[in-house]
């Protein structure tokens, strides 16, 4: 069994900041690449961030400049969002992807979402 927990998504005003928490627990063997995605209601979940186990970082364009993603002790991923927009209202998901023993290939797990509500 995999778990990923978040935390940290709530209310805030524009151009105020957030820091959304994920960790993963239970069987693991190794994890790869951790990333948050988003989603609105009537529309597909889209990638914020991702980061690999070698610290290599992508973010959607809407986000650069303002969120940064990093990693914890391999199991841990943050996404410190700064700025934030009305344009950035969503549920959260915490990504990873993680093999659970030797013998087999990376699996991807979601988090069960944080709400993220920034205000105008």
């Known amino acids: 069994q995999v778990q990923l927990v978040e935390s940290g998504g709530g209310l805030v005003q524009a151009g105020g900041s957030l820091r959304l928490s994920c960790a993963a627990s239970g069987s693991i063997f190794s994890i790869n690449n951790m990333g948050w995605y988003r989603q609105d209601p009537g529309k597909q979940r889209e990638l914020v961030a991702r980061i690999s186990n070698s610290g290599s970082t992508n973010y959607a364009d809407s986000v650069k400049g303002r969120f940064t993603i990093s990693r914890h002790n391999a199991n841990t991923v943050y996404l410190q969002m700064n700025n934030l927009e009305p344009e950035d209202t969503a549920v959260y998901y915490c990504?990873?992807?993680?093999?659970?023993?030797?013998?087999?290939?990376?699996?991807?797990?979601w988090g069960q979402g944080t709400q993220v509500t920034v205000s105008s």
């Open positions: 990504n990873a992807l993680i093999r659970t023993n030797r013998w087999t290939g990376d699996n991807s797990y």
